[in-house]
């Protein structure tokens, strides 16, 4: 995306006839900055508290009504405003389009589109190719609609065709077709701005697992419960949809434009298993493992960092799920356990040392057991590809965690780059196993993009 501004004037909801003028930008990244003429009160008139925040500023540019979302000053150039010339104020959200106020439930569907996504839905095989004596053809079919339900919130896979283009070079025609996808997000009943921001990233984490890359968000429009009345010709009025443009900062800045991960190398697609039953069961795992999957993701989006923190994050991310999804389930039955720490506990005369085996007595899983757990969970051949010796990467694993969590140094003869890449593809496999995914797209997955433990695969 490239830089967007609205100047305009704006106001607080409550003092309508006190406007300033200004300008909104949006910057590549997405982040809002509201830049004021004078400026407004928000809150801080008697002193120069930049951390003071309203909840929605309102405004209009070109006839084009804008909210703006937990505002605050982050640079002004006198102590109140009555001696300011300039403010700065920084925007959680700009909603371009309407006015809104605070948790309004007002949207009543919104469409997104993200990176990958075109791939990931297969949509090149609805474009038909073909040649002969006649010379070269194409023919690009929108792809049918595939829907699901989760909760109420229905999601809606919709694909674009675009008309053919012809364009003239000096040296040449060139003739593009293009086809897109988007996904449609229709809650039960209309809910406020915020409340799509968590499907969204849902949706971005399920895209980044299946494509092996960061898939951000491109663009996200919020439909109006209100629609926008236009008169006739002859009179009589009609009424479009209100649309709405989201612009936020984000946590992945989306770059559209370039080229997208091969089809081949993509971890599973639409074809490995439908939209309509991958997105439900994605759901259901991301918000059950919604810890784990914060740490996991959030090192897909992060800027490159240190191997070590990406190594004790990945660790970190894999105790994180195996707790979520297996528990912390034993060997020993609780009751087994309850009966055996009894028998050790009666065999101590001494109270104070009773209590202190007592409060270190739990039947809980190691860090290591928990590691060996979630190499059980895909499916064997992959697993045998990817980490040859699970005993070995567990003990070598807890080694450097231990290691880096308590002196910052994972004092280690491996390789700890191939320790967190390999471990990253483990919980790869593992969230695909957990997604139902058969064990040939695991393999498939193992064998294209995939690292095994211990670098590079030999060719």
């Known amino acids: 995306m490239t830089e967007k501004s609205w100047r305009g004037s704006w106001w607080l909801p409550s003092a309508a006839d006190d406007r300033v003028p200004g300008q909104l930008v949006v910057a590549e990244d997405g982040r809002c900055e509201l830049q004021l003429i004078g400026g407004l009160d928000l809150g801080d008139s008697a002193t120069n508290r930049l951390s003071d925040r309203v909840p929605v500023i309102w405004g209009e540019a070109g006839n084009q009504p804008i909210t703006l979302t937990n505002c605050f000053t982050s640079r002004r150039d006198g102590f109140s405003r009555r001696d300011s010339t300039y403010q700065d104020v920084h925007v959680h959200e700009a909603l371009v389009g309407a006015h809104v106020s605070e948790h309004q439930e007002a949207f009543k569907y919104a469409i997104v589109t993200l990176e990958h996504l075109a791939s990931w839905l297969t949509l090149h095989t609805s474009v038909e190719r073909g040649s002969g004596e006649q010379g070269e053809s194409a023919l690009n079919r929108p792809s049918p609609d595939v829907s699901c339900s989760v909760d109420g ?21 060139a003739v593009e077709g293009e086809v897109s996808g988007y996904i449609v997000i229709r809650p039960p009943a209309p809910v406020a701005a915020d409340a799509f921001h968590g499907p969204v990233l849902e949706l971005m984490d399920l895209l980044t697992l299946a494509s092996g890359e960061a898939s951000g968000r491109i663009e996200l429009t919020l439909v109006h419960e209100e629609p926008i009345s236009h008169p006739d010709s002859d009179g009589t009025i009609f009424e479009v949809e209100r649309r709405v443009d989201s612009y936020g900062a984000r946590i992945h800045t989306a770059r559209p434009k370039d080229h997208a991960v091969d089809d081949w190398n993509f971890l599973f697609t639409c074809t490995d298993k439908s939209f309509d039953k991958v997105v439900p069961d994605w759901l259901a795992l991301r918000r059950r493992a919604a810890s784990a999957c914060n740490v996991f993701f959030g090192m897909r989006y992060a ?17 994180a799920l195996h707790q979520s999804i297996r528990g912390d389930e034993t060997e020993l039955p609780a009751a087994a356990f309850a009966e055996l720490r009894e028998q050790v506990l009666n065999a101590i005369p001494d109270a104070s040392k009773r209590e202190w ?14 590691m060996i757990s979630l190499a059980s969970i895909p499916a064997p051949g992959a697993v045998a590809e990817l980490v040859p010796d699970v005993q070995r990467w567990a003990r070598i694993l807890r080694i450097a965690r231990d290691n880096l969590a308590h002196t910052g140094n994972e004092q280690t003869q491996e390789n700890i780059f191939h320790l967190e890449r390999a471990t990253s593809s483990l919980l790869s496999l593992v969230l695909m196993a957990e997604l139902g995914l058969p064990a040939e797209a695991q393999e498939r997955a193992v064998k294209r993009a995939l690292r095994p433990f211990g670098g590079a695969r030999q060719g």
């Open 357 to 370: 085996v007592k409060a270190r007595l739990r039947n809980v899983p190691s860090f290591r057991e928990r």
């Open 153 to 173: 919130w229905t999601f809606t896979a919709r694909s674009q065709v675009q008309p053919f283009r012809l364009s003239a070079e000096r040296s040449r025609l």
């Open 303 to 319: 800027r490159p960092i240190f191997t070590e923190v990406r190594l004790l994050m990945m660790a970190i991310a894999a105790e």
